[in-house]
T-cell receptor
Framework: GAVVSQHPSWVICKSGTSVKIECRSL??????MFWYRQFPKQSLMLMAT?????????EQGVEKDKFLINHASLTLSTLTVTSAHPEDSSFYIC??????????FGQGTRLTVV | ELKVEQNPLFLSMQEGKNYTIYCNYS?????LYWYRQDPGKSLESLFV?????AVKQEGRLMASLDTKARLSTLHITAAVHDLSATYFC?????????????FGTGTLLAVQP
């Protein structure tokens, strides 16, 4: 299967600071990037969808000014959580897509805001 | 809006027993995925089902898809402790971008010795 690299695996930050999460598709070009969020003991919820070179589309209830997504190349996308607060603590997972039937996910980033 | 429901939400079963997890979805789709998630980890792909009547098997797990009933099942045969994990189904939402997946609620499986 395709190789996806997501960093960091876990991060602890202070309330009010920003955190950047990187997602790379190492052996394929991702025309679309999906970012998911998973709270403890819950399912994965789609946060936003981005196409390379375009602005991201956010799901209802997700603040676009808080969760900044950059998809400047076909192999790299970043999610920046700005002015993080404890309620942003969650597991963030990227899903780069090349439009095939397979879906590949990053290893996930556990964010804890204290 | 596509909704995906799984049941049961939690399943405790003894080793050696069989059981089925159900995944229902609300709108037309013929792409359905099953994933396994261990605590603190990301998703491990189990099956991709791409057409009505598709059946796939790997070890003690077998998945099927009935697109007319909008139902997929994940059957566990002779469960072993190593199968303990959370299982998610996910449905491709054609209303949006390709491969935009809507996930089910998840089924936490605990296999007891």
């Amino acid at each position: 299967g395709a190789v996806v690299s997501q960093h960091p695996s876990w991060v602890i930050c202070k309330s009010g600071t920003s955190v950047k999460i990187e997602c790379r598709s190492l052996d394929f070009q991702a025309t679309t990037m999906f970012w998911y969020r998973q709270f403890p003991k819950q399912s994965l919820m789609l946060m936003a969808t981005s196409n390379e070179g375009s602005k991201a589309t956010y799901e209802q209830g997700v603040e676009k000014d808080k969760f900044l997504i950059n998809h400047a190349s076909l192999t790299l996308s970043t999610l920046t959580v700005t002015s993080a607060h404890p309620e942003d603590s969650s597991f963030y997972i990227c899903n780069p897509s090349q439009g095939s039937t397979e879906a590949f996910f990053g290893q996930g980033t556990r964010l804890t805001v204290v | 809006e596509l909704k995906v429901e799984q049941n049961p939400l939690f399943l405790s079963m003894q080793e050696g027993k069989n059981y089925t997890i159900y995944c229902n979805y609300s709108t037309t789709s013929d792409r359905l995925y099953w994933y396994r998630q261990d605590p603190g980890k990301s998703l491990e792909s189990l099956f991709v089902l791409l057409s009505n009547g598709a059946v796939k098997q790997e070890g003690r797990l077998m998945a099927s898809l009935d697109t007319k009933a909008r139902l997929s099942t994940l059957h566990i045969t002779a469960a072993v402790h190593d199968l303990s994990a959370t299982y998610f189904c996910a449905v491709d939402d054609y209303g949006g971008a390709t491969n935009k997946l809507i996930f089910g609620t998840g089924t936490l499986l605990a296999v007891q010795p």
